[in-house]
């Protein structure tokens, strides 16, 4: 079947679907008190409360129509004591930490980008780094997918980020440690520092303590800093120091402070230590000079600016975002030529799409739906590496298990780094402690609540959830930060404590841009030449202006406020026409000056109401 079709048939069965969607608001409009006019039969004359089935709730029985602003920083408060799924705004409940994405936009938009960092800090702990790195699942459920293009909130949070650094001298202050608690944290990443700033604003001591001699964990030493510059992320980091941090680097838990140490010198420990080894696949030749693992590939990237690769071949195998990220590597400290070799599909890659789209832009060559059988081996030194062709990955249950073909490839090279996946340190972390391992390695972990087999002993991050993306970090670290509070107060860690919901949101599909106004469209980030940003490790994204963050913000729909935002969502999604809406033509001024429903051509289909973005029509 040709994807034309498959559209066609994806169309026919949205259409159905909504359509069922408004008999059941149709159904339950019926129920409520009825329309005081004989329908059809006579024309309409509205009550300043009711505009037929429809009440567009703070705005009728004026001449003029008002905008009320959206509400903008209640929601993280809101989120906490009632994890409401009907007032979570997509962008919120899409994101594994709910930012207060709304309230972002709604500051930058009023100018206040500083207010701004300060709300999304509350909840993402570094707005400046995810500002940068983000996957933003949180644009994946934007409504304005529907309307246009999402809108661009990983970016905003940069905006936000640099507009406060002219201003966060006068408005940085320190936690004071009222409690008498002391909880020493393993570990520096986002998981540790997210729980760090939560456990400081109850009151708490904490130190934070990091094996290298720089803080970030894997933002430190696996994120190359074409993407996120370190001083960006340190900075950030600062911030937090100067807010009653304690930092201490260089220092080894397990080895040069025992774990066990910290245990009795705390009231509660945190470990965060994320994951820090390589796993290589144990193919023939795999011990071969030229094999490495991929996180040590990219520290040597990252920390000393040069991976040993220059002038030579490199081939990558796996096709996941760390993949991707040492390709584009070492194409930037000298390879003469880079490929990477996946079991998926193309179109089945792990890795985020635009990445790859940036690498190869770059001259990364992809070889897709080719697995490693052998590397290649001449005098101890790798000289190639033979690929087997892989006609599936998973199995009908969804489980990896590879099927591979009878067709194999040899591809020249003189280096192989393996991106297969990523292993803990735990085992010489927990010597000498009551904490024991499974028969995998991985430290048992109660992953509601972040508690360990040991009293007062917890642990959040990637040690506890595997590879995963820095915002999922971040929020398993305010959700452990929540038990050690808890704890430490002598309190039930479960009582009350439900998971934070995680809504489903109708998915559109890609929107026709041809009749869009270019002004109401998504403003687009300025990006390096591909030909300049391969050589060097400057940054890749340029930014949005102070003015574009302004512009940009302005576009979002204020989703769940419960408030109409002028969107016309209504007006255009009705079957009848027979709504009317006039909006001042400014695309960042929220204001009407007219709305009328025409209930003669009204069929009561209640599309308007679930096509309605801020829930504003009921």
């Not at 006579?42 to 300043?48: A, N, R, W």
């Not at 002219?166 to 440690?177: C, D, N, P």
């Not at 909880?183 to 760090?196: D, E, K, N, Q, T």
């Not at 595997?466 to 959700?479: K, L, M, Q, V, W």
């Amino acid at each position: 079947m040709t994807d034309e079709p498959r559209r066609g048939a994806r169309g026919f069965v949205d259409a159905w679907r909504s359509l069922i969607t408004g008999l059941g608001i149709t159904g339950r409009i019926a129920l409520r008190k009825p329309v005081t006019v004989r329908y059809p039969l006579e024309k309409v004359v509205l009550s300043p409360r009711w505009r037929g089935a429809l009440r567009l709730r703070g705005m009728l029985g004026t001449d003029e129509i008002g905008i009320i602003a959206a509400p903008s920083t209640e929601y993280n408060a809101l989120i906490d004591a009632t994890y409401r799924e009907d007032r979570l705004p997509p962008c919120v409940g899409n994101c594994p930490a709910n930012v207060d994405a709304r309230g972002q936009n709604y500051h930058i938009a009023d100018g206040r980008p500083a207010e701004a960092y300060e709300l999304v800090r509350e909840r993402n702990i570094l707005p400046g780094v995810l500002g940068r790195i983000c996957h933003h699942p949180c644009e994946t459920a934007c409504r304005r997918n529907y309307y246009d293009e999402p809108l661009a909130i990983r970016p905003l949070h940069r905006v936000a980020y640099e507009e406060y650094q002219a201003v966060k001298a006068g408005r940085l202050s320190r936690y004071e440690q009222t409690s008498g608690k002391r909880v020493a944290i393993v570990g520096s990443g986002p998981s540790a520092l997210a729980a760090a700033l939560d456990l400081m604003g109850h009151g708490h001591a904490v130190t934070v303590y990091e094996k290298d001699a720089t803080p970030g964990g894997a933002l430190n030493s696996g994120v190359p800093s074409y993407r996120l510059p370190r001083e960006v992320l340190h900075g950030e980091i600062g911030d937090l120091v100067e807010m009653g941090m304690d930092l201490r680097c260089g220092v080894q838990i397990g080895s040069d402070v025992p774990l066990d140490h910290l245990i009795g010198e705390y009231d509660a420990v945190l470990i965060a230590a994320g994951l820090q080894d390589s796993r290589i696949l144990p193919v023939p030749g795999s011990t071969a000079e030229g094999v490495r693992g991929a996180l040590e590939f990219l520290r040597d990237a990252n920390w000393k600016g040069d991976a040993d690769v220059r002038g030579k071949r490199v081939l990558v195998i796996g096709g996941g975002n760390v993949a991707i990220d040492v390709a584009r590597c070492a194409l930037r400290t000298g390879a003469t030529e880079v490929r990477f070799a996946c079991l998926e599909a193309d179109d089945e890659m792990p890795c985020h799409p635009w990445e790859i789209e940036e690498a190869l832009d770059e001259g990364v060559i992809a070889m897709c739906g080719q697995g490693p059988e052998e590397v290649l081996v001449d005098d101890g030194h790798v000289t190639g590496m033979m690929l087997r062709q892989c006609m599936s990955v998973f199995d009908a249950q969804g489980r990896f298990a590879p099927v591979f073909g009878e067709g194999f490839t040899k591809v020249d090279c003189d280096v192989v780094v393996f991106s297969i996946g990523q292993a803990s340190r735990l085992r010489d972390l927990v010597q000498g402690t009551d904490l024991e391992l499974d028969e995998r390695g991985n430290l048992p972990v109660d992953g509601a609540y972040f508690t360990t087999q040991a009293s007062g002993v917890f642990a959040c991050g990637e040690v506890v959830t595997g590879p995963g993306s820095a915002i999922a970090s971040i929020a398993t670290g305010h959700e452990a930060a929540t038990s050690i509070h808890r704890y430490l107060c002598c309190e039930d860690i479960r009582a009350g404590r439900v998971p934070r919901p995680v809504p489903v949101y109708d998915r559109y599909g890609p929107a026709l841009l041809d009749g869009i106004e270019e002004s109401r469209r998504r403003v687009t980030m300025a990006m390096a030449a591909p030909e300049e940003r391969a050589t060097d490790f400057r940054q890749v994204e340029m930014g949005m202006t102070r003015l574009e963050g302004l512009t940009e913000s302005a576009r979002c729909l204020r989703c769940q406020s419960e408030v109409c935002v002028g969107c016309t969502f209504c007006a255009r999604t009705c079957p009848d026409y027979a709504i009317q809406v006039e909006r001042i033509d400014d695309p960042g001024e929220r204001c009407l000056t007219r709305y009328e429903l025409d209930l003669t051509k009204c069929c009561f289909c209640g599309l308007c109401a679930e096509q309605c973005p801020t829930n504003a029509l009921t």
